[in-house]
């Protein structure tokens, strides 16, 4: 076994916190998926709590050297350049999350929120944008909300693993400027439970991250492929969800993502709630249409 394959977490797809590849077509299933495992691979990689950083830097620019073809043989490397080659794709949005990964093996601790976006631009963005490519949907069109979307879910994630990601790895994504607002500290996420401060810090990121959702709700009805659209629906349902919970619980004591029941029943509604507005708003414009 290689040491990239030896530095596995063992975690699939279906281990995530949000839908992967769950609505879509079977014709798209293979790249999704081959773009999914190569991101895992590289992340376990960068998450790797005994591997040396230089060895993890090295690891992941073996990654990008594989995936460009020009270095060894790594499958999941070969399994998304063969998914890129047959679709005419380029590797951009896989080479852009190797950035993120390295920034998280360099870069411990985010100035604010600017910081903290531009660090969801190479960690999130590029999922959503790859997909959306995948499909042949509108960039000029898809890719704001698109953005707006993909960094909500990222955030989401730093909230609800604050705690874990400072113990584990002595990471902070909590921007330095709002943790000082509220009179926080980075070694408040070592307490069992959140202090007022840290709890105050928290539901703001929250709300902020509120707005991004905002911007990215009319994401599904932008989206031209049903199935995707539908994709599109379950997860920004299940973020709305996840915001108002973060609101009042406390990530560091208390477990913030709902159980398997609650999670599908909130997808599922999602997606149904966007399948059905494709089905009624062409009869709605139709009626306007004879009224006028």
């Known amino acids: 076994m290689s040491d990239i394959a030896a530095a596995g977490s063992g975690k699939g797809h279906k281990d995530e916190n949000f839908p992967v590849a769950s609505l879509f077509a079977p014709r798209h299933r293979a790249a999704v998926l081959a773009f999914y495992d190569f991101v895992r691979a590289a992340d376990d990689i960068s998450d790797h709590v005994t591997l040396p950083g230089e060895q993890k ?5 073996r990654m990008e050297a594989a995936l460009l073809g020009s270095g060894e043989d790594i499958p999941v490397a070969a399994r998304l350049r063969a998914e890129l080659d047959a ?11 190797l950035i993120a ?10 100035r604010d929120w600017d910081d903290l976006i531009d660090y969801c631009r190479y960690s999130a963005m590029p999922v959503g944008r790859f997909v959306l490519d995948v499909h ?8 704001g909300p698109n953005d ?24 902070v994504y909590l921007p330095q400027d709002a943790l000082a607002a509220h009179g926080a500290s980075v070694e ?4 069992e439970k959140a202090s007022p401060p840290l709890a105050a810090t928290l539901r703001a990121l929250t709300e902020r991250t509120q707005e991004l959702l905002k911007e990215s709700a009319p994401f599904a009805d932008l989206i031209a492929d049903t199935r995707l659209a539908m994709e599109v ?19 560091l004591s208390e477990k913030v993502h709902a159980a398997k029941g609650a999670f599908l029943r909130t997808a599922l509604v999602g997606a149904g709630t966007v399948l059905l507005r494709r089905l009624l708003l062409p009869r709605a414009a139709s009626a306007a249409s004879v009224a006028r």
């Open 136 to 143: 042949g949907e509108d960039r000029a069109t898809c890719w």
């Open 87 to 97: 679709r005419g794709l380029e590797p951009r949005h896989a080479q852009d999350l």
């Open 148 to 171: 707006a979307l993909c960094a909500a879910l990222q955030i989401i994630n730093h909230l609800q693993d604050c705690a874990k990601d400072y113990r584990g790895l002595d990471r």
């Open 57 to 61: 830097i090295a690891m992941l620019d």
């Open 233 to 251: 629906g379950a997860i920004q349902r299940l973020a709305e969800t996840l915001t108002a919970r973060l609101l009042v619980a406390d990530p």
């Open 101 to 110: 990964f390295r920034r998280d093996v360099t870069q411990l601790r985010y």
């Open 188 to 191: 408040m996420l070592s307490a």
